[in-house]
């Protein structure tokens, strides 16, 4: 028992120091939302990982965040504007934002996908995560 308890307090203390190393105290929502997209942009996807609100999963990890953005190509962003507070999904706020993307992929188009769309953040333990969309819900 005393070993489990071990391990487990080891996990948490990995765990967090982690999110420390890439999570800087104190960024507003607006630079957190640069930082996790510069990251996606530059392809960084292990430590965009520790940005996304799924990084609270038990089962989570950065390398399985990394191989399931695998051919995700943000090419720019721009920042438009900080909607209403609480608006979002699981009580999120939005983040009005452009984004150019060659992603997904359709066939007979070619050339980049310019959308603008609204990005959404949760702020959990005093810091920022972004919901990352699914199919039939946000992450």
């Known amino acids: 028992m005393r070993v489990r308890q071990i391990l487990f307090f080891c996990v948490i203390f990995v765990f967090c120091c982690t999110h420390s190393i890439y999570r800087p105290k104190g960024e507003s929502l607006r630079e957190a939302w640069y930082k996790y997209w510069s990251l996606r942009k530059a392809g960084e996807f292990k430590k965009a990982f520790y940005y996304e609100n799924l990084s609270f999963l038990p089962k989570a990890t950065p390398g399985k965040y990394a191989k399931g953005m695998e051919g995700t190509v943000v090419k720019d962003f721009t ?34 996908r310019v959308m603008i769309i609204n990005d959404y953040w949760i702020k959990k333990k005093g810091r920022w995560y972004h919901l990352k969309p699914g199919f039939i819900k946000y992450w």
């Open 79 to 112: 920042f438009i504007g900080i909607g209403k507070a609480g608006s979002g999904p699981h009580g999120s706020t939005p983040i009005k934002m452009k984004l150019v993307t060659t992603w997904p992929p359709i066939i007979g188009i070619k050339g980049d």
